[in-house]
């Protein structure tokens, strides 16, 4: 059974830090590319970034040099570490695998 969990979400200080988490199992994970999405209150859900299987990473506009991903295959794990946060950054973050699968979302605030 594929299981996709988030995890790391919290309220957190403009200008301050959290590492956001997805934990993966039930699939072939080194072979998939993942990604993060985030959905604000009356907002679509958003890409953010992602990581291919060969490493490579993208990033949307609003969080270069903010925002990275990345990912341990040898843990099935991937993260998302968040700097410098913005209160546009409040949202509730979902990691997704392959363009198929996603997880339940963890939600961010950030606030001051």
């Known amino acids: 059974q594929v299981q996709i969990v988030e995890s790391g979400g919290a309220l957190a200080q403009p200008g301050g830090s959290l590492r956001l988490s997805c934990a993966a199992s039930g699939f072939s994970f080194s072979i998939y590319a993942m990604a993060w999405y985030r959905q604000a209150p009356g907002m679509h859900r958003e890409w953010v970034t992602s990581?291919?299987?060969?490493?490579?990473?993208y990033y949307t506009d609003s969080v270069k040099g903010r925002f990275t991903i990345s990912r341990d295959n040898s843990q099935n794990m991937v993260y998302l570490q968040m700097n410098s946060l913005k209160p546009e950054d409040t949202a509730v973050y979902y990691c997704q695998a392959g363009t198929t699968y996603w997880g339940q979302g963890t939600e961010v605030i950030v606030s001051s």
């Open positions: 990581i291919d299987t060969d490493g490579s990473t």
